[in-house]
Structures are given as structure tokens and as C-alpha cells.
């Protein structure tokens, strides 16, 4: 089993981190998970027996060195990196603060730039390796209310887009997919509860969209991926 690939998975808990961790696992790969909270990590590595849990707060540099130590000691280096972390601030200029506008960036963007830092030299060591960032349509359009968080998604994308054209050449498949609609959440089901099923992405299928691209061939990658449910008016 040590000689299983590893996916490190940044960003953890309902939704899309839950069903990230689950289809990796599903796939055989030994799953490191990246989260702040230990309570979330602990519940999920007593449902997968191949995943394995570590405290990381994306946006401090610090953090991510000191985990991405701990999954190379435990596990050894990441073959596939999720970056799921994300946060969003809502409202127009009268509404987000200096303070809130940085902190979308550096969870957002800054975390992608920590995290990958810390797995790219083994990946380009043999050769191979993915990173996939989770994005979403504000990284297209900053529209009203969303301020904060579509610079720091745009931010995001050009970052990925950045890494993909000094890495591919190296062998390393960077990706970023745009969920562009409302992810099904516990969360979002209660601020939403008159919508119908076929409203929301199912987290599964994201989840399998990012393994396919993780297992594409490197003859025909694709960069960017972008999701929405079928009756989606875009």
C-alpha cells in the first residue's frame, strides 16, 4: 500500500472536500487532508482507513511548511495536490473592509502560492504530478456584492494559469476548474429551500471531474474545466 500515489486535499469538510477526500480514496490513492480543524479531520479519518488528517490554516505560511512536513514524514511526497481552501466576503466597497478584501486573497490566492510551493520540487524530481485548484465563476466577473472575493478568485486562476505554463513543460498537469453555480451543502439547501435537486452541483460528480483530470493522458490536458448544473442559464 506505501507505494500508492498520495493526494494532498487542501480544504476539508461538507460538499466538495468530503466527496474530494472519498473519490481519491475510492481510487487508491493515500489521502492527506488540510484543514483548521482537527474535530473535522478526526471525523473523516474514522471513515476512510487511507486518509489521514493535518491541521493547516492555507493563508499562513508557516502552517502550510509545518503540514506539508508532517504528510511528507507520514506519508511522503504528494503526487496530486486539491487546493479547495476558499473564502468569500460579500457586499460592495460602502461594505468590505481593507481587512476583508486581503483575507479572500491570501486564502484564495496566497494559499495556492504557499501550498504549491511546497510539492512542486518533488513533482518535477520525477517528472510527473498534478495540481487542480477549485475556483469559480467570479474569477471570470466581478459582479455586484462579490468585491472581495472575485479579485481573489481571479487572482487565483491567474495564478494557476501562471504555474501551468512553467510546469507543464516539466511534466506536472496544473488545472483549475470553475464551479459556476451552487454547490449542494447542508448549508446551502437551508438558504435555499425551495430550490429543486437538479438547482446544484453534486459535490460527487465535481469530485470525479478533478479525478479525470488528474488521470488525463499528457497529450490532450486540459487547464480549466468549467461546471454547472445542466439547466443552468450562463
Not at 511526497?77 to 468590505?96: Q, T
Not at 435537486?197 to 487547464?223: G, K
Amino acid at each position: 500500500m506505501m507505494s500508492s500515489p498520495v493526494a494532498a486535499i487542501v480544504g476539508i469538510g461538507p460538499g466538495n472536500g468530503r466527496a474530494l477526500v472519498e473519490r481519491f480514496h475510492g481510487a487508491g490513492y493515500r489521502v492527506a487532508m488540510l484543514t483548521r480543524s482537527r474535530e473535522t479531520l478526526d471525523r473523516y479519518e474514522r471513515e476512510f482507513d487511507q486518509a489521514r488528517g493535518f491541521e493547516c490554516d492555507a493563508a499562513d505560511a508557516a502552517s502550510v511548511a509545518t503540514a506539508f512536513e508532517a504528510v511528507r514524514g507520514e506519508l511522503g511526497d504528494v503526487d496530486v495536490l486539491v487546493y479547495n481552501a476558499g473564502a468569500g466576503v460579500w457586499g460592495g466597497l460602502d461594505d468590505v473592509s481593507a481587512d476583508d478584501f486581503e483575507a479572500c486573497w491570501r486564502v484564495n490566492a496566497l494559499g495556492l502560492f504557499h501550498c504549491a510551493g511546497e510539492v512542486v520540487e518533488a513533482m518535477v524530481e520525477k517528472g510527473a504530478g498534478a495540481i487542480v485548484a477549485i475556483g469559480a465563476g467570479a474569477a471570470w466577473r466581478g459582479r455586484e456584492g462579490t468585491l472581495a472575493f472575485a479579485q481573489a478568485k481571479a487572482a487565483q486562476r491567474s495564478t494557476a494559469q501562471s504555474l501551468a505554463r512553467q510546469y507543464g513543460p516539466k511534466g506536472i498537469h496544473v488545472g483549475y476548474v470553475v464551479i459556476d453555480g451552487v454547490v449542494d451543502t447542508p448549508k446551502t439547501r437551508e438558504r435555499m429551500p425551495d430550490k429543486p435537486d437538479e438547482f446544484f452541483l453534486d459535490p460527487a460528480e465535481i469530485a470525479l471531474t478533478v479525478l479525470n483530470l488528474v488521470l488525463q493522458p499528457r497529450s490532450a490536458w486540459t487547464f480549466e474545466a468549467d461546471l454547472r448544473p445542466f439547466g443552468e442559464n450562463w
